[in-house]
């Protein structure tokens, strides 16, 4: 047997699209996205001169230029790196994913990433954010030339606030919207500051309990102006954030008038038998970008 | 509202002075702790370094070794109701005088506040550089078989900045804010 002279990793970090990749993952850690910028900086305006709220919205808003400037992490928990790809048909997806994870080895070596990545048996962080479902990965095939590529790292603290409703609930309604809208103010007020808020919510209705949590996330992928294309979800997302601001709850918990920044809520279809809420909480420091890149793993355009 | 100013290893009057609601600008030694460490101390094992009077951030900083020096490279606070079930027995064993971290913690540590002369400090989530800002030197680290994020940082802070959320009196603007919005959200009930 041959040993093959170039290792595979040193082909794949030579590669133009692990460079697109590296870059999609410092951009992504370091630079907030500017309809997020433009929430976060809007908010401040409704709190109190001088209040803890006032405070934690003017040290957030110097972090987000402090991170930009000095190309380093937003926060400091990479938390979960997830990859959603749109690829042409007949696009070798198993290579991506082995360039998208060595670039994810060399982000973590350079410290735009932190060690992240735990076994949950014994505990051993893999010191390179590598190893079962790490970094994760959502495929899906569309029929245009290019691949579309964004990420998202969603920190622990708030996917620790993330929750799931079986309506009906005891306390909180039916099978019907103003059930839906119960259980997602329940989700914010269990979830007080820990989220880190002003919070972001993804919400999918539907689904079963897998799928449901997925769409939740998906989501978050939509731009926070932009208003649902479904009249009766885009209310009940105005609802919601409307009704959490006057909560009181307040970026970090500390009191205030800004509780959530956004919510998006998307619909999937579920079975006669299940009614689930699926609630994805993100913290403020809503790190997602995303790239096209052409064949050659060249750069055409930024995301977001 | 005027930022006070604390060095560590600080004392017990000092702590018993801060209300809810103060802000603080720490300067001197803050050790890292999280999970793990908390953990580790409730089994049982001595911890490394002298806690006395010191203040335990709960942090899982992001650390790069250049050349044979660390550097911090991102240090905001993580989230806090982890050590719950800890936090009271290391504030009587080690007579630390508070902990940083973010979210608020339970009544077990309240209470232990109020009895060992502690307080608990906020820290803004997320903000991870301009936390990182005030870390001046990491001096040291112990306990790296538990992970970079999981060890024993030993940096060295000027006018690191936080606020007072549990204070040594008994007050806790998170149980406030918690009973207060609980009530809201019930009002406007669909």
């Known amino acids: 047997m041959t040993a093959n002279p170039v290792p595979a990793e040193t082909h794949v970090a030579r590669s133009a699209a692990f460079e697109s990749m590296l870059e999609l993952i410092r951009r992504t850690s370091t630079i907030l996205p500017d309809d997020v910028v433009r929430a976060i900086g809007t908010s401040r305006k409704s709190e109190e001169p001088g209040s803890n709220a ?16 000095n190309s380093l992490p937003l926060c400091q928990d990479t938390g979960t790196i997830l990859f959603y790809v749109h690829a042409p048909v007949g696009y070798d997806q198993i290579e991506l994913e082995e360039t998208a994870t060595e670039a994810v080895r060399e982000a973590t070596r350079r410290g735009f990433l932190r060690q992240n990545s735990v076994d949950s048996i014994t505990g051993k962080n893999s010191g390179d954010n590598t190893g079962p479902g790490s970094p994760v990965f959502h495929f899906h095939q569309w029929r245009r030339p290019h691949v579309q590529v964004k990420l998202m790292l969603k920190g ?32 914010v ?11 972001i919510l993804g919400v999918c209705i539907g689904g079963d309990r897998g799928t449901g949590y997925m769409h939740a996330k998906e989501q978050l992928l939509r731009e926070l102006d932009a208003p649902n294309a479904d009249p009766v979800l885009d209310q009940l997302e105005r609802t919601i954030v409307e009704k959490a601001n006057r909560s009181g709850i307040g970026p970090m918990g500390f009191g205030g008038r800004t509780t959530l920044l956004a919510c998006k809520i998307g619909a999937i279809n579920r079975l006669p038998a299940s009614y689930f809420v699926s609630v994805a909480y993100m913290c403020w420091a809503y790190r997602r970008r995303g790239m096209v890149m052409d064949a050659s793993g060249n750069v055409q355009e930024w995301l977001y | ?36 460490v908390h953990h580790r101390l409730h089994e049982g094992v001595a911890s490394p370094v002298d806690l006395a009077g010191q203040i335990i951030y709960h942090c899982g900083p992001v650390m790069v070794k250049e050349g044979d020096k660390w550097v911090c490279k991102a ?116």
């Open chain 1, 54 to 69: 006032d405070v934690a919205l003017d040290v957030i808003g110097c972090n987000i230029l402090l991170a930009k400037d």
């Open chain 1, 156 to 187: 622990g603290g708030c996917e620790n606030m993330n929750a799931q409703y079986s309506l009906p609930h005891p306390d909180l309604g039916g099978r019907d919207l103003n059930g839906v809208e119960n259980a997602i103010l329940d989700a």
């Open chain 1, 189 to 199: 007020v269990q979830a007080q500051g820990q989220g880190c808020g002003p919070g």
């Open chain 2, 1 to 36: 509202m005027a930022t006070i100013e604390i060095t560590t290893p600080v004392d017990e009057a000092t702590i018993r002075s801060l209300k809810v609601g103060d802000t603080v600008a720490i300067t001197g030694r803050l050790y890292t702790g999280r999970d793990a």
């Open chain 2, 75 to 190: 240090a905001g606070p993580t989230t806090s109701s982890r050590e719950e079930p800890y936090q009271w027995e290391v504030m009587r064993d080690y007579g630390i005088r508070g902990v940083i971290g973010k979210g608020g913690m339970g009544p077990k540590t309240l209470a232990a506040c109020k009895e060992y002369g502690a307080v608990y400090l906020h820290a803004i989530g997320g903000a991870a550089q301009v936390c990182a800002q005030a870390i001046k030197r990491v001096d040291g680290v112990d306990w790296m078989d538990l992970g970079s994020p999981e060890a024993i940082w030993h940096l060295w802070v000027e006018g690191f900045t936080a606020i007072v959320t549990m204070d040594s009196h008994g007050n806790s603007l998170h149980q406030r804010v918690l009973e207060d919005s609980k009530a809201k959200i019930a009002a406007m009930r669909a």
